[in-house]
């Protein structure tokens, strides 16, 4: 499988930042992290109380898969840590169109 293209990554990656105001970062940050094809989109939270640790909280909110032809597919997350395809959303060749959809969250998958 080809890596996702590093140009598509810092998309993402844009997209990601733009997502928490800068003077909130200190409260939850949204980042990915990209693993050959795969981009997972992360929510960090840092930790809640003393007795948890100092290690922020990592949720997965989303992943776009990038395929041998050079398109996207957006997949979300169940109780069980599975991925599963997004439902009539059809493969996107720019991450962008599936980021929108996954600002517009349908069913609740992504952002509960």
């Not at 980042?31 to 640790?53: C, K, M, N, Q, Y």
């Amino acid at each position: 499988m080809p890596a996702a293209p590093e140009p598509a990554i810092r998309k993402i990656a844009d997209w990601c930042e733009a997502r928490v105001p800068a003077h909130l970062r200190d409260q939850v940050r949204v980042e990915l992290r990209s693993r050959g094809p795969a981009v997972t989109i992360i929510e960090r939270r840092p930790p809640w109380s003393l007795g948890a640790g100092s290690h922020w909280s990592v949720q997965p909110i989303a992943q776009l898969r990038y395929d041998p032809i050079g398109h996207w597919t957006l997949h979300w997350v169940d109780g069980s840590d599975r991925w599963h395809a997004v439902d009539q959303v059809p493969p996107a060749a720019d991450p962008a169109d599936l980021l929108t959809v996954i600002d517009r969250n349908p069913n609740g998958v992504f952002w509960g």
